[in-house]
Nanobody, 128 residues
Framework: QVQLVESGGGLVQPGGSLTLSCAAS????????MAWFRQAAGKEREFVAA????????SFADSVKGRFAIFRDTAKNTVNLQMNNLKADDTAVYYC?????????????????????WGQGTQVTVSS
């Protein structure tokens, strides 16, 4: 099982920015598909952004395109979600996830059921 730990959440005003980090064990970091999901109160978990195993393919939910970026920090061994121009609708618990079995190298996975291991989540609240 891969250990994932998210951090970086908090309270931010509309239009502000946050960067979430997902600290992964080296095994996950070295090349499995990884993703960020979020779950708002009373709603289902939804896809936000993802890497393929090669890290050369990325994908974003329409609601965050142009505002969010996903990247890895090799120095810190983390996979990060940079969130800009935040809106109230971005308020949610954000989770990182990794798929460790049965994946295709260049494929991005969009469904929560496609991922094997999850972090505990970090709360992001966008409010004035």
């Amino acid at each position: 099982q891969v250990q994932l730990v998210e951090s970086g959440g908090g309270l931010v005003q509309p239009g502000g920015s946050l960067t979430l980090s997902c600290a992964a064990s080296e095994r996950a970091y070295s090349g499995f598909p990884m993703a960020w999901f979020r779950q708002a109160a009373g709603k289902e978990r939804e896809f936000v952004a993802a890497f393929s195993a090669t890290r050369s393919d990325t994908s974003f939910a329409d609601s965050v395109k142009g505002r969010f970026a996903i990247f890895r920090d090799t120095a810190k061994n983390t996979v990060n979600l940079q969130m800009n121009n935040l809106k109230a609708d971005d308020t949610a618990v954000y989770y990182c996830a990794v798929r460790t079995t049965g994946y295709i190298m260049g494929r991005v996975y969009y469904s929560a059921v496609d991922y094997d291991d999850w972090g505990q989540g970090t709360q992001v609240t966008v409010s004035s």
